[in-house]
């Protein structure tokens, strides 16, 4: 009778010099490694019968016929997480029970995983050969490695920009300009444009031609404004590149700007804020009147998203809707006006909220302002370049319009001097579309168009470019 079990080893585990050392008084350990016989002498010189124990490791194939030799045996014991080199439906049949390493090497595992991966896409150990093969005193030139992130380059510091790192900074490398000292151009070269495949963008950044062609690989542009007047899209369309954009999800906030400001204007808000603020000496206040809002002729340039959502609030004020757009549309039945000229004829006020395109620069000349006349108001939350701003300037002053809402500027962030000392006009600093919720929103959209750009899949609002 054995003093100690039998524990038969096989394969020679890694673990076993260092679990011979603990557990040789509990058990005795046979290892065929310790012997010159063949593996099938050596099992029969030590008695299959007394052997109720394997240890094994992955490199030992545990077969159905050399399970049948240990009539006795009632463990298998692997140092693997896997048991593909155990026949365990043998095990079933001989009643053998089986215990593996489990979840153990996990971590350990996973680490190694992602080291291989970084290792492999950054050349960590091509970089270390290079260095020890090639230090001869010249210039280097050791090819470039694979991001770990895709790059997107940031430019214009969108609104959403802050909120956005804080959620995808794992799954993109945001390359921010503004946080660094280098000029733009050197901070382009910095980063290796070739690697970079995505730009995100606001409004305040123009994508030219040239700019565009400095990517080759460029494949998408984000920009975080529903208008794309800033960027080339003819060279997009040539080079193929990707533009998303945000689509109609500013259009309800949008909306909301255009009529507060039209209400500001017309009502006198923040003139009366003003002539308080600076006039309470205890006198008689002495405020001119502003204009009733209800049975006010309101005319949209541009029944979009966002003029059919003007539309429907100044609706609600008991408003009477008037609109020109590129074409008349057979879905709504406010009069279309073709001429822009008559709309501001047989208006109150006028709402612009349409495109800026070479058709749409200047669409509000001085024609139109005066069309509009001395009780007319004019509101603006499309681009600056819809009105012509020195004309707007000077039929403000002399009297030939009654005020102006303006969220949006020719020059920006230029306003004209002049605009500051009038009491009918607002002046807002180009952000109609942003409000707590609509960040968060743009967030997830800008978030979900790279996503799917860097995972082959349709863009969420890609723009048609042909």
């Known amino acids: 009778m054995e003093v100690f079990p039998k524990v038969l080893v096989l394969g020679l585990p890694t673990c076993y010099e260092t679990l011979q050392s603990i557990y040789s008084h509990k058990f005795n350990f046979i290892n065929p490694n310790s012997s010159n016989?063949?593996?099938?002498?050596?099992?029969?010189?030590?008695?299959?019968?007394?052997?109720?124990?394997?240890?094994?490791?992955?490199?030992?194939?545990?077969?159905?016929?050399?399970?049948?030799?240990?009539?006795?045996?009632?463990?298998?014991v692997t140092t693997s997480a896997g048991t593909d080199h155990i026949d365990l439906n043998e095990c079933r049949r001989l009643r053998i029970n089986v215990a593996g390493a489990g979840g153990l090497f996990s971590e350990d595992v996973a680490d190694k995983a992602v080291a291989l991966l970084i290792d492999t896409m950054r050349k960590i150990s091509a970089a270390d050969r290079y260095v020890q093969t090639r230090n001869h005193g010249g210039e280097w030139d050791f090819p470039l490695e694979m991001e770990v992130f895709p790059k997107v380059l940031v430019l214009g510091l969108p609104t959403c920009y802050e909120t956005l790192q804080s959620i995808y900074s794992h799954k993109f490398n945001f390359i921010n300009p503004n946080s660094s000292n280098l000029p733009l151009h050197q901070f382009i070269i910095s980063n290796?444009?070739?690697?970079?495949?995505?730009?995100?963008?606001?409004?305040?950044?123009?994508?030219?031609?040239?700019?565009?062609?400095?990517?080759?690989?460029?494949?998408?542009?984000?920009?975080?404004?529903?208008?794309?007047?800033?960027?080339?899209?003819?060279?997009?369309?040539?080079?193929?590149?990707?533009?998303?954009?945000?689509?109609g999800l500013f259009s309800e906030d949008v909306a909301d700007k255009a009529v507060a400001l039209l209400i500001d204007t017309m009502r006198k808000i923040s003139a009366a804020d003003r002539y308080v603020q600076t006039r309470n000496h205890g006198g008689e206040w002495d405020f001119p009147l502003g204009y009733k809002i209800s049975g006010k002729r309101v005319g949209i340039v541009g029944l979009g998203n966002i003029g059919m959502e003007v539309a429907k609030r100044m609706e609600s004020f008991g408003c009477i809707i008037l609109y020109h757009s590129r074409y008349q549309k057979s879905s709504v039945s406010y009069p279309f006006y073709s001429n822009i000229v008559d709309l501001a004829t047989n208006s109150n006020a006028l709402v612009v909220c349409c495109a800026l395109n070479e058709q749409t620069k200047h669409i509000i000349n001085r024609e139109v302002l005066?069309?509009?006349?001395?009780?007319?108001?004019?509101?603006?939350?499309?681009r600056g370049g819809l009105i012509d701003e020195n004309q707007l300037v000077k039929c403000l002053i002399e009297?030939?319009?009654?005020?102006?809402?303006?969220?949006?500027?020719?020059?920006?962030?230029?306003?004209?001097?002049?605009?500051?000392?009038?009491?009918?006009?607002?002046?807002s600093p180009h952000c109609a579309a942003f409000t707590s919720e609509s960040v968060m929103s743009l967030c997830e959209l800008v978030g979900g168009n790279l996503e799917s750009f860097f995972s082959n899949m349709p863009l969420i609002t890609p723009l048609k470019l042909d």
């Open 399 to 427: 009297g030939e319009i009654g005020g102006a809402g303006l969220d949006v500027f020719e020059n920006e962030p230029h306003v004209p001097q002049e605009l500051l000392a009038l009491d009918n006009v607002v002046l």
């Open 192 to 247: 290796h444009p070739p690697s970079i495949r995505a730009i995100l963008c606001s409004v305040s950044f123009p994508l030219t031609a040239d700019f565009l062609r400095l990517f080759p690989s460029l494949g998408l542009v984000v920009t975080t404004s529903a208008g794309t007047d800033h960027i080339d899209l003819n060279e997009c369309r040539r080079l193929r590149i990707n533009v998303a954009g945000a689509g």
């Open 37 to 76: 016989l063949p593996l099938h002498q050596f099992i029969i010189s030590n008695h299959p019968p007394s052997i109720r124990a394997i240890l094994c490791s992955v490199s030992f194939p545990l077969t159905a016929d050399f399970l049948r030799l240990f009539p006795s045996l009632g463990l298998v």
């Open 370 to 382: 005066l069309a509009l006349g001395k009780e007319g108001f004019i509101v603006n939350v499309g």
